[in-house]
């Protein structure tokens, strides 16, 4: 499921980069990837069960989204494990690409002592907070909170042990020796100038929250663990507040119910890969337009969007339409990067359409309606998709169409009636949400079971070697995803404690200009933000902050959500640093150097349409 691999920006790195799962790591992991495949048969039981005893038999069960959420916390922290044996956490590696072999080795030293510094230093406070939950009893089940909240200790331990062996196997004793002296002096010129960080008041966040998370996203320290390792060193260098407070943010980050959908969404996605709903899709848009001038763009586009409404991730939709499409449209005389241009920034415009992974952290987090941002999203999307096909257009003139030729309408009806059961999929999910009948939860369990039986009965079903990979990928990349939420929800904590939220809100609410100045300084900033860290992390960082400004200032939430959505994405797919830019050369096997001219008229267009959805606020929020 290579799919799954890009999703964190690590593909094509060197061999002492890869996944070293050599003997040391194998029979541990082994276990580990049992149980954490184990975990999400089990969570999609659970809540298709509770599914099943509300609207078919109405007698709900009132402890089955109880133990979920109990068994989600384990599947996170096993996720985790899982991601961080094979290189999976969401990290930058621009910098890391650039250096000389050696240079990497010694970047990789450095980051992995960064990691395993965290864990050690999270050890004791996670079971010291376990123990402080063990009053705490659940109101269904009547078992102690600590059973669930013990999977965050758990998952530290076996983090740190993989950690651990990796460093072992990876890196030569001296290059470790070097790397933790660096280290260890580093920790001790912080220790040494922390009366001036404190004397500094309020600065001091730049020095933790930018340089810190700078310097550690440069050397290739996961995404999460950057914001694990500043926050504990602010804790601990500025403040006397205990470290359990960092182990309560991380479970206060993935607890909130409308986030156990995230690893169903995610099998979706691989299922939609395994059983070639993808690629019947494909088929038919490709015999509707795909003779047409620029008719493969147009298939590509309209893909990205109809794939989307199944998947729930853009990694997983470039990784189904690029194998399709790239060869037919290399063989129209389309470049490489032109390609992969259109492939990252149609990521960014499919990105809205439901059910997406990051708008359901967006509901998670802000609390905006999920059914408000599934409406929304589809016109918002619509919006970039004509603003891109126009430019596709545009750029076609040398496209090279001899021998194409108009399928027959009897092809067109054909490959309509194979994808018909794929076309179905995406409007039950946002058909289902929109109209109240069901969470977003509650959809994706019905969606993997739809996925499932369609797959068998039509597609010709899913080749039973594949099914425990699928497992071990929904709980590695759900682990990825998450563990960034929950760290990132203690760096929003720290700043909140110091009083910068409400420093941040009186600047942002003094702008000149009223709520136009602010929207296009938002964009700027999400923007950016999705440049450097993605766009969940991002969303967890500035939504406290920022939603009730706009709020404050007329602009309704789920517009709001969904330009700061598009912004954050389009930061993503921006050379030279955004990570997403770096998957799609990946899938497109373009050298990123190639590529980098070709997306920014692409990137433009999505700017303009961005800025048109901004400012009309109708757009986001006229449909429901």
């Known amino acids: 499921m290579t799919e799954v691999q890009v999703d964190t920006g690590l593909a094509d790195l060197p061999a002492a980069e890869k996944r070293g799962r050599t003997r040391l790591v194998k029979p541990v992991l082994a276990v580990i990837e049992a149980f954490a495949a184990l975990l999400v048969v089990v969570e999609v039981g659970l809540l298709l069960a509770g599914v099943i005893a509300r609207y078919v038999f109405n007698r709900p069960l009132l402890w089955s989204d109880e133990l979920a959420s109990t068994l989600f916390v384990w599947l996170i922290m096993l996720g985790s494990v899982v991601a961080l044996s094979r290189d999976e956490h969401l990290r930058l590696t621009l910098f890391v690409r650039k250096a000389s072999p050696t240079g990497q080795r010694w970047l990789q030293a450095m980051a992995m002592i960064v990691v395993s510094t965290f864990l050690l230093v999270m050890l004791l406070p996670s079971f010291e907070y376990a123990r402080d939950e063990w009053i705490v009893t659940t109101p269904a089940l009547g078992i102690s909170n600590s059973f669930r909240v013990a999977g965050i200790g758990v998952g530290i331990v076996l983090m740190l042990v993989v950690a651990l062996l990796q460093l072992t196997e990876r890196v030569t004793l001296r290059i470790f020796l070097a790397s933790a002296g660096i280290a260890l002096a580093t920790a001790a010129a912080l220790w040494l100038a922390a009366p001036l960080l404190i004397a500094i008041g309020n600065y001091n966040i730049v020095v933790f929250f930018v340089l810190l998370v700078g310097v550690c996203m440069v050397i290739g320290v996961p995404i999460a663990f950057c914001f694990g390792i500043a926050t504990i060193a602010f804790l601990l260098l500025t403040t006397t507040v205990p470290i359990t407070v960092v182990v309560g943010r991380m479970d206060e980050g993935v607890s909130n119910i409308l986030l156990l959908s995230v690893p169903v969404f995610v099998l979706l996605g691989c299922i939609l890969d395994v059983t070639g709903m993808g690629r019947a899709m494909i088929d038919f848009l490709a015999s509707l337009v795909g003779h047409a001038r620029a008719g493969m763009s147009y298939v590509l586009l309209g893909s990205m969007y109809l794939v989307s409404g199944i998947s729930g991730s853009k990694v997983s939709d470039m990784a189904t339409v690029a194998p399709a499409l790239f060869p037919e449209m290399k063989r129209r005389g389309q470049s490489p990067p032109e390609m992969v241009a259109l492939l990252a920034t149609g990521a960014v415009m499919a990105e809205t359409v439901p059910p997406s992974i990051i708008m359901i952290a967006v509901g998670s987090v802000t609390g905006v309606s999920i059914a408000g941002l599934f409406n929304g999203g589809l016109a918002v999307a619509a919006v970039l998709l004509i603003g891109l096909a126009i430019l596709a257009r545009l750029r076609s003139r040398g496209e090279n169409r001899e021998g194409v030729v108009r399928a027959p309408w009897s092809r067109v009806v054909k490959t309509l009636v194979i994808a018909l059961p794929a076309l179905i999929l995406p409007f039950l999910i946002r058909g289902a949400v929109v109209e109240g009948v069901a969470t977003a939860t509650e959809v994706s369990t019905f969606a993997v079971v739809y996925a499932l039986l369609a ?170």
């Open 455 to 624: 797959g068998v009965v039509f597609y010709g079903g899913i080749d039973r070697r594949r099914i425990f990979p699928i497992l071990v990928e929904t709980a590695s990349l759900s682990g990825a995803i998450l563990l960034i939420l929950g760290t990132a929800q203690a760096v929003a904590w720290s700043l909140t404690q110091t009083g910068f939220a409400q420093h941040f809100g009186d600047v942002m609410s003094g702008l000149p200009g009223g709520w136009i100045t602010f929207m296009i300084v938002s964009i700027l900033t999400f923007v950016l933000l999705g440049c450097l860290l993605e766009g969940l992390p991002a969303i967890v960082l500035l939504g406290p902050f920022m939603f009730p400004i706009a709020r404050s200032l007329g602009i309704n939430d789920v517009h709001y959500a969904l330009v700061a959505i598009v912004s954050m994405n389009i930061g993503l797919m921006a050379p030279p640093i955004g990570i997403g830019y770096y998957v799609a050369c990946s899938i497109g096997r373009v050298s990123p150097d190639e590529a980098i001219w070709a997306v920014w008229p692409y990137l433009g267009a999505l700017l303009l349409g961005l800025l048109v959805i901004a400012f009309v606020p109708w757009i986001a929020v006229g449909w429901y």
